[in-house]
Every structure is written in C-alpha cells, then in structure tokens.
C-alpha cells in the first residue's frame, strides 16, 4: 500500500514536471508567441479572459505565452477556438524555403521574411467566431 | 505614370460582382466573392506590416494570402483588396500588400501611393460598403459624423472598421455636396 503510494506521487511529479518543467524550449516559445499574438488581434482579450474561457488561470496564461508552461492537445484545441482560429495556426513551422510553389512566384529580392510566409499559408476551413 | 480609375468606374465593377453573386444586404461576405472570383483564401501569422497577397500560379490558381493575426475586420479589408487587384489588374502576377493608407483623408498621401493600390482600396470600399447600402443607411440613420457610437454601430453592421467606415463616409459627403 505504501509502495504504491510512493509510486503515485513520483508519477505525479513526474507529470506535473512535462507540465510545467520552467526550462525555456525555443519550440514552446514559438507556440506561446503566436498564442500571445493571436490574442492581441481579438478585441478586449486579455490572459484573464482566455484563461477563463479555456479552464486556465491568467498565470497559466502567462506561462504558456511565455514558453514556460507546455500545453496538452485538448488545450490547444481550447485555446484556437476561443481566439478564433483553426489549431494549425498556433503551431510553430519551422523554415522550409523553396518548397511551396506560391513562394517560388514571388519575385527574386521579396523579403525572406515574406517568402518564409508564403510557405505557410493555408486554408481555413472552420469560420473564425466574431468575438 | 497612369492615374487612378475614378471612383465611378471602380463601383460599377464592384457593384457587377455584387448582383453577380446576388448580395443584396451587409455585411458582405467577402470570402465567398473571393471564391467566385475563383480565389482560395489562405492564411498565415506574420509579425509585421504585411496585410496580405495576391499569387496567379502557373496553372491558373489564385491564391489571396491573409495576415492571420490581424483584426477579423482588417482581414475583411484584406481579402476585398485582393479580390480588386484580381479584377482590375490582369498584368501582374504577384501583389503583396503592405498596410493599407485607408484611414488618411488628405489627397496628397494617397497620390504618392501606386494608383494600382488607389484603385484596390476604392474597390474594397465599395465592395465592403455598397454605394446603394451605404447611403440607404446613412439616410436612415439621419447618420451624425460626430457621434461615434453611431459610426460603431453602422461599421459592426458591416463589419468594418470604424476608421473604414468614416473613411467611406466622408468621401461620399464630399462627393455629394
């Protein structure tokens, strides 16, 4: 009984660790910007009002904005839907330069920037929520 | 350097499209004129003055790029602005448009700007905000240009900015009077 007791709690730690490890992962930074930016864009959407809206606290908020807090699949989910966006859009990609057709269109001297943006264009397929 | 269409001559294209794909009331629903036009919308975040894009591929697919993190009613303008350089500009291939001098009401501003993008803006304007419509409305509401709770209301009904609004607004009084 008290072995298994012990196993628990190490499990817990263990999970509550991949929750909230604090380490900074460029990966879960790239994910808290655009989460952050796409807040922004909504009228009146603070980390008080998405947290409420996704079952989180505002220092949950900060955290997955800052990196700091790695989210599971079904907050993801959450989180698109109250700032109106399809999940893809939350999701880091990394360069892939020259792949996509629509990028090879743009005339030589576009801003790598804008060309990096051309490759990751794509169709939004649920309607976004007027907030 | 060619000059601008007048304003005249930009309406009567949006107003075709408008009868076209039979809308008769606001808002408009922009994404579904882009698909008439034969345009798929695509999206995707830039950190940055981008609005948007125009790209006519090699096998006549046209793609309209949208700056996600922009505001619903910025994306709205976005795509309408797209969808005029798709109708009033065959020769180019690619557009990319950077933030859009809607809000400036002084002449001069707008004449240091491309006439291409005069006209894309003036069509997106009549497109969003239909002449017939708008000034059904304007003489409905007994509109106020001071009154901005009024402005906020006429531009939630179609789904405008407000700066968009009494952009169109302004120009049409001066047209008027």
Redesign the interface.
């Known amino acids: 009984m008290k072995r298994l007791a012990i196993v628990t709690f190490s499990r817990l730690v263990c999970k509550l660790r991949s929750v909230t490890d604090g380490v900074p992962d460029p990966l879960y930074e790239a994910f808290g910007?655009?989460v952050h930016?796409?807040r922004?864009?909504?009228?009146r959407m603070t980390q008080d009002r998405l947290g409420a809206l996704v079952g989180l606290s505002r220092t949950s908020i900060t955290n997955i904005e800052k990196g700091r807090q790695h989210v599971s699949l079904h907050q993801l989910y959450r989180i698109a839907d109250a700032l109106?966006?399809t999940p893809d859009?939350l999701l880091p990609?990394p360069p892939k330069p020259g792949t996509s057709?629509?990028a090879q269109?743009?005339?030589p001297g576009?801003d790598p920037?804008?060309t990096q943006?051309?490759a990751?264009?794509?169709?939004?397929k649920a309607k976004?929520e007027?907030a | 350097m060619k000059n601008a269409r007048k304003a005249q001559t930009i309406r009567e294209f949006a107003a075709r499209l408008l009868k076209e794909c039979g809308i008769d009331e606001p808002p408009v629903p922009v994404d579904e004129i882009a698909e008439h036009l034969g345009a798929e919308i695509r999206y995707s975040p830039f950190d940055g003055e981008l609005a948007g894009m125009l790209v006519r591929g090699d096998e006549g697919e046209i793609v309209i790029g949208v700056n996600s993190l922009h505001h619903i009613n910025r994306q709205r303008f976005t795509i309408a602005h797209e969808c005029g350089h798709l109708l009033l500009h065959k020769g180019k291939d690619v557009h990319i448009d950077k933030t859009f001098r809607v809000n400036r009401r002084d002449e001069l501003s707008s004449k240091a700007v491309d006439p291409d993008e005069i006209e894309a803006n003036r069509f997106a304007a009549e497109l969003l905000m239909p002449y017939d419509m708008i000034v059904d409305d304007i003489v409905d509401y007994e509109l106020d240009m001071e009154d901005d709770e009024e402005l906020a209301e006429l531009a939630t009904r179609y789904q405008v900015s407000v700066q968009a609004l009494t952009h169109r607004v302004t120009n049409l009084f001066k047209n008027i009077f």
């Open positions: 910007k655009l930016q796409h922004k864009r909504v009228d109106g966006v859009l990609v057709k629509l269109k743009l005339p576009t920037e804008i943006w051309a990751t264009l794509k169709p939004r976004p007027t």
